[in-house]
């Protein structure tokens, strides 16, 4: 048979990339890359904790150089791995073909680093030499497959572990995976037609007047609205940063929040609103924008990260801990007891976040702001990226 159907080109139903674009078979081909290690990932919630999770991927690619990686999501996260070559095939939860083909494929590695009964499911029943994380027993409950697991999953059961624990995220997912930590970054690669769509934005706005454009993510969608500040905390630091002639602001959201960032852009007509209504890909192109970033825990917050912005992030009901800052995140906690209860509702009158003082966040801001003015690099990489 001429097909190297070991390559990590091989479609099975098609032209590789290769045949299409050069017109060249197996025999003939200078591509070939047969694969040694087939590793599945399964991780389908939330998308900022998908995106997050793309960071255990360097690691990946470094101990198994000649791998190929598929990664199972749901659909809401698909966007997330384009332009990323580091995984090269991406399934989709909701698809009807997703689990037939998961119960015929063996990999050589699985990995599942969330304690969800909907994804264990799938992961019990995937075939695989080797499991890291989580599957579901005869009984329907999670249970580690390797004792590195065991720590993450005890933190989700016991409220008091969690807010003991002091390892980042990054951290413990490398570990569940007996992978080197070294911090690698987020995986987020914007596409040339992405770039073009931040560059249009940038050039009808005149975002060349200001220094420094400072972007506000002002919600944190339906189910954790206690990740997000509140609106009267906005007017204030808006108010404070109206003196700031030098500085654009930027406002971010999804359709949640819609009603807040309108009332904002009534309010402050010289905030610039970068819409709600953006997919998810042109969500990020614009976020790439700004130099420093406002948010609460949320998708923002990991792909600021991953855009290697400053940021500064608001905590109160989620870890702090967590987060992994690579040296750019500044991280604003409030002096409250009951931090990191990950409760949806709160029976404060006065909650964590609302302790949070406007005067607080702006000396954060003005902190980062006279750093990247006194960069000498700032100005000329800023002027590049954008012109």
């Given at each position: 048979?001429?097909?190297?159907?070991?390559?990590?080109?091989?479609?099975?139903?098609?032209?590789?990339?290769?045949?299409?674009?050069?017109?060249?078979?197996?025999?003939?081909?200078?591509?070939?890359?047969?694969?040694?290690?087939?590793?599945?990932?399964?991780?389908?919630?939330?998308?900022?904790?998908?995106?997050?999770?793309?960071?255990?991927?360097?690691?990946?690619?470094?101990?198994?150089?000649?791998?190929?990686?598929?990664?199972?999501?749901?659909?809401?996260?698909?966007?997330?791995?384009?332009?990323?070559?580091?995984?090269?095939?991406?399934?989709?939860?909701?698809?009807?073909?997703?689990?037939?083909?998961?119960?015929?494929?063996?990999?050589?590695?699985?990995?599942?680093?969330?304690?969800?009964?909907?994804?264990?499911?799938?992961?019990?029943?995937?075939?695989?030499?080797?499991?890291?994380?989580?599957?579901?027993?005869?009984?329907?409950?999670?249970?580690?497959?390797?004792?590195?697991?065991?720590?993450?999953?005890?933190m989700g059961a016991f409220d008091q572990f969690k807010k003991e624990n002091k390892k980042t995220y990054q951290q413990i997912i490398h570990e569940i995976c007996r992978l080197d930590y070294k911090r690698d970054?987020?995986?987020?690669?914007?596409?040339?037609?992405?770039?073009?769509?931040?560059?249009?934005?940038?050039?009808?706005?005149?975002?060349?007047?200001?220094?420094?454009?400072?972007?506000?993510?002002?919600?944190?969608?339906?189910?954790?609205?206690?990740?997000?500040?509140?609106?009267?905390?906005?007017?204030?630091?808006?108010?404070?940063?109206?003196?700031?002639?030098?500085?654009?602001?930027?406002?971010?959201?999804?359709?949640?929040?819609?009603?807040?960032?309108?009332?904002?852009?009534?309010?402050?007509?010289?905030?610039?609103?970068?819409?709600?209504?953006?997919?998810?890909?042109?969500?990020?192109?614009?976020?790439?924008?700004?130099?420093?970033?406002?948010?609460?825990?949320?998708?923002?917050?990991?792909?600021?990260?991953?855009?290697?912005?400053?940021?500064?992030?608001?905590?109160?009901?989620?870890?702090?801990?967590?987060?992994?800052?690579?040296?750019?995140?500044?991280?604003?906690?409030?002096?409250?007891?009951?931090?990191?209860?990950?409760?949806?509702?709160?029976?404060?009158?006065?909650?964590?976040?609302?302790?949070?003082?406007?005067?607080?966040?702006?000396?954060?801001?003005?902190?980062?702001?006279?750093?990247?003015?006194?960069?000498?690099?700032?100005?000329?990489?800023?002027?590049?990226?954008?012109?």
């Amino acid at each position: 048979m001429i097909l190297k159907t070991d390559c990590k080109y091989f479609p099975g139903n098609k032209p590789c990339i290769h045949s299409k674009n050069e017109k060249i078979i197996c025999s003939d081909c200078n591509y070939y890359e047969p694969v040694q290690n087939k590793i599945l990932i399964i991780k389908l919630d939330a998308t900022g904790d998908v995106l997050r999770t793309t960071s255990l991927l360097p690691a990946l690619k470094e101990k198994y150089p000649a791998s190929y990686i598929t990664w199972v999501t749901r659909k809401n996260a698909e966007e997330i791995f384009r332009n990323n070559k580091l995984v090269d095939e991406v399934l989709i939860f909701e698809d009807n073909g997703t689990l037939p083909r998961l119960l015929v494929e063996k990999f050589d590695l699985l990995i599942h680093p969330d304690a969800s009964p909907v994804s264990a499911s799938l992961a019990s029943v995937v075939m695989a030499k080797e499991k890291k994380g989580y599957i579901l027993d005869e009984f329907g409950k999670i249970q580690p497959v390797n004792e590195d697991a065991v720590e993450w999953l005890e933190m989700g059961a016991f409220d008091q572990f969690k807010k003991e624990n002091k390892k980042t995220y990054q951290q413990i997912i490398h570990e569940i995976c007996r992978l080197d930590y070294k911090r690698d970054e987020i995986q987020l690669i914007l596409s040339e037609k992405e770039i073009e769509f931040k560059k249009k934005f940038y050039n009808e706005n005149r975002l060349d007047r200001f220094d420094i454009i400072l972007g506000l993510n002002t919600g944190a969608g339906n189910r954790w609205q206690y990740k997000q500040w509140g609106l009267d905390r906005y007017v204030e630091l808006i108010e404070m940063m109206k003196a700031q002639s030098n500085t654009g602001i930027l406002l971010y959201g999804g359709p949640e929040e819609k009603e807040r960032n309108d009332f904002l852009k009534n309010k402050f007509p010289f905030l610039i609103d970068t819409g709600t209504g953006n997919n998810l890909r042109e969500f990020f192109a614009l976020l790439d924008l700004s130099d420093i970033v406002l948010t609460g825990d949320t998708m923002a917050l990991h792909a600021a990260t991953a855009l290697k912005k400053q940021v500064i992030c608001l905590f109160g009901p989620t870890s702090y801990n967590e987060i992994e800052d690579y040296g750019r995140i500044a991280k604003i906690i409030p002096q409250h007891d009951c931090l990191i209860c990950y409760k949806p509702r709160c029976d404060f009158k006065v909650t964590c976040m609302g302790e949070i003082k406007a005067e607080t966040v702006y000396e954060s801001i003005m902190n980062i702001h006279r750093t990247l003015l006194n960069d000498k690099n700032f100005s000329a990489n800023k002027m590049s990226v954008n012109k």
